[in-house]
């Protein structure tokens, strides 16, 4: 679009100004001074005229100027939607991408943050395409990423005593059982994907001398929660937990067991109905994303 200067417009004015003024060859109609007012009166109009001239390509300026910028909006969007597939430089690679490498031979050429195959987990890289592979400035490792072949995580409770030692103690709640990795009638939680998992277990023991509670993996015991009473009344009870965090293969169990001494006097406390004593939670913290694939 052509742009019109404040000087080529006054420019104009002069020269409509003089196309207007024609002194008259006769002295008749007007005198001098007439002429003078009236051409004063004139430049004042064309004065006007110019000023809403400016305004005027001010205008197609601003129009000009923001149709421009909605069309690069556009043709970056349409450039964003094309396949990468479409890429005439993109190659096939074997497996997933892994780097900035990868993601460039299979024909992104956005610089930005990516998500790549790391050796056990998801990782986030920010890859800069403006830069050769190779350069410092290529691709940088920002972290892990949290993905999830499946969630995996409970909370299951009993409502009534338990006495039974060395076997897996079994429940009779599930508040949550995402992913039913935890059986309750077995009470034995089965790993559905390899990776890092979470587990505690809270309950009160009904005293003989000792109580223990264990978690158990496979059959061996991981780690115990003990409680024990040195003199005074036999009859006590008193809360033990034991929590471990465990690196779990598909198909690993994990249960709780109990084991005292004592006799009859000595039992898992729930004897109050709904008073759910008795806790036993566990969830997935990392995936190995990759044995899952």
């Known amino acids: 679009m052509a742009h019109f200067s404040v000087v080529s417009l006054t420019q104009v004015v002069w020269l409509l100004v003089l196309i207007c003024w024609t002194p008259s060859s006769t002295g008749a109609a007007f005198s001098l001074e ?12 064309m004065k006007q005229i110019v000023k809403s001239l400016e305004a005027k390509v001010e205008q197609q300026d601003s129009l000009l100027t923001s149709l421009s910028r909605e069309k690069n909006e556009r043709t970056a969007a349409a450039t964003d939607s094309v396949p990468i597939v479409n890429n005439p430089s993109a190659v096939a690679i074997n497996g997933l991408p892994s780097s900035c490498a990868d993601l460039k031979s299979i024909g992104h050429i956005w610089s930005g943050f990516y998500s790549v195959m790391g050796l056990a987990k998801m990782e986030s890289v920010f890859c800069d ?23 995996v995580h409970f909370y299951v409770q009993r409502n009534s005593t338990f006495s039974q030692q060395y076997t897996p103690l079994p429940f009779d709640l599930a508040v949550v059982n995402v992913g039913n990795a935890m059986n309750l009638t ?27 509670s264990a978690l158990v993996l496979n059959g061996s015991v991981i780690g115990t929660g003990f409680v024990q009473i040195n003199g005074g009344p036999i009859d006590q009870v008193s809360p033990l937990t034991v929590q471990s965090t465990l690196n779990l293969k598909t198909g690993d169990q994990v249960w709780v067991s109990i084991y005292f001494e004592g006799g009859t006097s000595s039992y898992l406390n729930d004897l109050v109905l709904n008073y759910h004593l008795t806790h036993f939670t566990g969830f997935m913290l990392e995936e190995e994303i990759v044995a899952s694939l």
């Open 186 to 212: 077995s009470g034995k939680f089965t790993a559905p994907a390899p990776g890092i998992y979470f587990f505690s277990f809270t309950g009160v023991a009904h005293l003989g001398p000792y109580f223990f």
């Open 129 to 151: 395409f403006t830069k050769p592979p190779g350069d410092a400035g290529f691709e940088k490792r920002i972290g892990y990423v949290d993905v999830k072949s499946t969630p």
């Open 34 to 45: 007439e002429e003078f007012l009236q051409l004063k009166e004139n430049y004042i109009q």
